[in-house]
Structure formats: C-alpha cells, structure tokens
C-alpha cells in the first residue's frame, strides 16, 4: 500500500489541511468521506454512478484543491457516505458483520488515477517507487 | 515528507509501541498519541500547536486494518 502526505484547501478556514492518503491506481477518481467533505467546505457537484466489487455506487462529485510537494492541482473527487458506526471499530455484537477496524477513509482519503495523472512525471515516478522495495 | 517516510518506514515498530492509536510524528519522532482514531481536521489543529513550522504527519497505527482492505 501506497501512503503519502497531501495537502487540501479547507474552503471555510481559508487554509491547507494535512491529510493521510493512500494511492490507489485503481481508482478513477479521489475519495473521501462526507464528514470531512463537509468540514472543509468541498463543492456538491453532481452524483455520479461508479461500479464497486458486487454492484453499482452512487456518489457525489466534488473538487479538491491538492498541494502535494511544490505543485498544486484542481482534481475531481468523490465524497462518500459513510455510516457513522463505520467510524469506530467493530463492537462484541458485530464481529462476523463488518471488519474490526473502523472504516480506512474515517482518517484519510484516496488518492486516485486522475491525481497522479496531474502531477510532473517525476513526482508520479517517485510516489509508484514506493511500490518497488 | 521525512516525518511520513519514518512513519512508513518504522510501521511494524509502532504497530508493536501504539496499537490502535493515532500518532503525530514531528521531525521524525512520535510527540503526541491518541487512543482510537481521530477526525484528520481536529489532528491539523493539535499538529499546529506542537508542530508548528516544523515537519509532522499523522498515522492511525492499525494492526489489523490491512487484512481487512480488498
């Protein structure tokens, strides 16, 4: 896994935000969940429908303003609805219904394609190195 | 950039030392932990008190999270 720092405009506080994100070249487009979406003032564009492993996934659009090294980039996003007992770690009565650990976007967010797509091709090769030990 | 890449890099050491726990790392050491995970926006707030000016990241110490990511 991919992990690496980036930093998103937080519209009302009119400042950057470290985040946690994990890359994933699988995904078209950014994640992340609604609660921090919200928080940080994100634009509500309009629902798009992506397939996920066993069916389709509806979700809202949005636009994040990503700093990562020197560069900064307008890229699209997905906000994500996350039920709020997701965000905690499974309690006795739910083991064998969901994972133990709360869910990943409740403290990062998902770096998609279309990120790395944005960056100089030297950033996009130093974050894929990570891969190769 | 430093503060994240010792992060990744000493993972399983502080899967051992902080199960389960948010850290801040400033300048590569682990300054301040939290039980459970945190909301990233109240983490900026702390980090910017105790960090200020100086390289941090952040990291939820999960043990078994990586098991459980399809």
Not at chain 1, 14 to 39: P, S
Not at chain 1, 75 to 101: F, H, M, Q, S
Not at chain 2, 36 to 56: F, H, S, T
Request: a neutral charge.
């Amino acid at each position: 896994m991919i992990v690496i720092d980036v930093e998103i405009y937080n519209h009302p506080k009119k400042r950057y935000e470290l985040f946690e994100a994990v890359v994933d070249t699988g995904a078209t487009f950014c994640a992340l969940a609604k609660h921090i979406a919200d928080e940080i003032g994100l634009p509500v564009h309009e629902p798009i429908h992506l397939w996920q492993v066993n069916g389709p996934l509806t979700l809202t659009k949005t636009t994040l303003r990503i700093r990562y090294g020197k560069s900064e980039n307008h890229v699209d996003g997905v906000i994500v609805d996350i039920a709020r007992n997701y965000l905690r770690p499974a309690t006795p009565d739910e083991k064998c219904k969901r994972p133990l650990t709360p869910h990943p976007l409740t403290s990062r967010i998902i770096l998609g394609k279309n990120f790395l797509e944005k960056l100089s091709e030297d950033d996009r090769k130093e974050i894929l190195s990570h891969l190769v030990p | 950039m430093e503060s994240r890449k010792w992060i990744n890099e000493n993972l399983p050491k502080l899967k051992e030392k902080y199960p389960n726990k948010t850290i801040i790392v400033c300048d590569c050491k682990v300054v301040k932990v939290f039980d459970g995970i945190m909301n990233p926006i109240q983490l900026n707030e702390v980090a910017r008190q105790i960090c200020e000016g100086k390289d941090w990241s952040y990291t939820f110490v999960s043990v078994e999270e990586e098991e459980y990511i399809l």
